[in-house]
């Protein structure tokens, strides 16, 4: 571990913005944290890497992350048995095939409707959509202009539930598909459904 | 080509066919113990999850020859499950299976038969099937993706803890922006539920075809025909979801005695032949356009 | 700093102990640590002031102190100018549309449940609750007796801020509700999540 690496020192800057996120309880993004300490962001981001990357490089029972928009604190997985009994919330309950599927089809095609998400399944995702939202991985984005439909998009909250800075990092799905698909969005747009 | 679908359905016991097995009196002598083989797959996600699950289950890749493989599997799967279904789960399967079929019956026809409109009719239909089953296998392998991170996600907890009361101290004084009636106004509408829990999902999704309506449309021509070929009643069908509606509707009035069919060999055009009563009312059930069903029930089959 | 100091590593029970106090949210005895890691009192005693020693010779921005009997992390006196002004200039001033409908059904429910909330809203309203509470608007007001749920109730902050003398001044709900509500509240109450 770090005993034998001469290690990084903790600049006067780095220890700012350990002090900072050690008081916040939503990912902050560097932006905001490089007003207040009155740094180009430039050098705040360089230094937010450089303690996540000490953090692990140490083995330290903590991580920083830029998850969903900012940065935070995050236990690290390794420790998750005993973290668990100290949380308050307790485990999210494991999502099921349809909800994944229809939140996948979400992600991508945000903001979607519930008849264009189930033409997407072949099945109709009315309920699992209720259980998406409920489950604030999902929210309303308005309607669709020409049917009044809802449409449908992710949340913040799914990002931190993934791990993921923001939708840009979702896994790209364009080696999955067919080459025609524009051509096919057409069709079922037209039809709503097969 | 929908003679092939006609022999499919009156080779095995007609009243077993999905759409009728919804009624709840059928679904005592359905077909999930009518012999042949069984289909051992729980749980699918919609039709699209089917036939990935049974090629799958053959090893095959996703092509012309492996759907027409899995077809009849594809098929006793939705009769042995149709009684426990709804007709929005039915109609999608139902969908899919209308293509298997007319693929599978393509490739048993020798091609140079084939007409050059159907001909590229159901080029199109395999297209649109096949870029729906590659679209939604897409969106399968996504779904597992999501899962995995979901679940490693689920062993880091962020840090959520309430600010050192010294600093809580100086947050500043939070703005409401709204008087105590305004505020009442808003908890009312938080406690009005946005859609009353009784009506929820039937009426949602709309039906592209009524059944009832095409049968309408049927007997009109018929009473003026006589006889027509069912391909010639449904030349003006905008779409596969009328067609299966009218299809559908022509076996409703094939049980009221309405119609009879007549087809020369197994694969040749299918003559419907009108008769019915041409001043009665036509007494198609609606249990196919979801309303609540079991009003118009009668199952005294032909 | 630490660049010409060897280093004590971050060991196993180190970066575990660290892991949890990242999670806790007041001050943990040493002796509960202990049980949740199982490991002998003395060792986690000395791993603390190992780590806390650790944080304050490296220069970090927080620091472990044992408070009161219990463990837990602060930020560094001083870093405290800069996180003051993190906390008056960077926070929202404004509550969100999603807080104040939250803080409505605390208002006219309390004490309510986070669950019973999100009930109501259809809507998962956790996060939003933590920061009501944050705000001062919102505190917990035991638990419920069959689920131990937390339940939570309006401060007097809160009628400050409305500008109410007691609760009673809320106005009353009724005119602004559909007339068959009431049978509705006996089936949400009952069933609280859906």
Redesign the interface.
Known sequence: MSADVPEEPVTDLRAALEAI??????PVPATMLAQVVERPVDDVERALWGLSEAYTADGRG??L?E?AGGW??????AY?GV??RF?RDG??V??T??A??T???V??RQPVS??RA?A?????C??VMRTLVLRGLVEEAGAEPETGAHLYRTTGYFL?????RDLDEL?D?SP???D??ES?EE??GD???? | MFGLRLETVTDTASPDLPPTAAEPGAAGDSGAGSGGFEVHLD?F?????LLLGLIAKHKLDITEVSLSRVTDEFIAYIKANGPAWDL??TS?FL??AATLLDLKAARLLPSAEVEDEEDLALLEARD?????L??????????????G??A?????????????P???E????????????Q????????????EP?AV??TH??QP?ANVREQAEILADRLRGLGRATFRVLVADCA???EVVARFLALLEMYRTAAVAFEQDAPLGELHVTWTGDDEAELDVGDDYDGGPAGETKEDDDT
């Open positions: 996120l050690m008081v916040i309880d939503e903590f991580d992350r998850v935070r604190y995050y236990t690290r997985d998750a973290v668990e949380v485990q999210e494991k999502l095939q349809a994944l599927e939140l996948a089809v992600a991508y519930r008849a189930s997407v399944r072949g099945v109709n009315d309920g931190e539930r993934l791990g993921l896994p799905l999955f598909l067919p025609d698909l096919l069709t079922t039809q709503t459904r097969f | 749980n996600e919609g039709p699209f999850d929005d789960q999608h969908l899919v649109l099937l096949f870029a729906r590659l679209q939604y296998k897409a969106y399968k392998e996504v779904a597992s993706v999501f899962a991170r979901l490693e996600e689920s062993r880091r907890f962020p840090r959520i803890v309430p600010m050192e010294k600093f809580a100086l947050l500043p004084d939070v703005l409401l922006g709204i008087g105590p009636d505020f009442a106004r808003m908890a009312a509408r938080v406690f009005t539920p946005r829990p929820e999902v949602i999704h592209l779409g596969n979801y």
